[in-house]
């Protein structure tokens, strides 16, 4: 069977909102945990703290995607993404100490923002990502919806 254009229209217009909408819930999962303490290397799975990957491998699950636990593994699943063509639910990948290696994983929410946590005494929050730590230190981004 062959689709008419709109009906094929229509069909990618329908995928291309589902993804928003899955976007927006992982976005919603993540903002219920604000302010939730950074602590390097925390257990998978529990929300009383979170490390940048635990906090992004969390929220995924929640909303029905496995993801690696380590920011490094998570930088290797889906698709590549430019830059300058983020959308909300890409994921972002630096290396922050400028060793080479990616160290740091956050949820690109629309807007120029980033959904993630970094630091003690922070914890989970939403940051500027242009001209920000995880801009200069860019390596690569992934659309895993």
């Known amino acids: 069977m062959t689709l008419a254009p709109h009906e094929t229209q229509a069909a990618s217009v ?46 995924f699950k929640k909303n029905g995607i496995s993801l690696p636990r380590s920011s490094k593994s998570q930088s290797k699943v889906g698709v590549r993404v430019s830059k300058s063509n983020l959308r909300a639910g890409d994921l972002v990948f630096s290396d922050t100490n400028g060793d080479g290696i990616i160290n740091h994983v956050s949820l690109y929410i629309g807007n120029g923002k980033l959904l993630h946590t970094y630091r003690v005494g922070v914890g989970v929050t939403i940051s500027t990502f242009k001209g920000s730590t995880w801009d200069h230190r860019f390596v690569t981004a992934r659309r895993v919806l």
């Open 14 to 59: 329908s995928a291309s909102s589902s993804k928003t909408s899955l976007a927006s819930k992982i976005t919603a999962t993540g903002k219920k945990y604000m302010g939730v303490p950074y602590k390097f290397g925390a257990k998978a799975g529990i929300t009383s703290a979170f490390d940048c990957s635990s906090f992004i491998q969390y929220i």
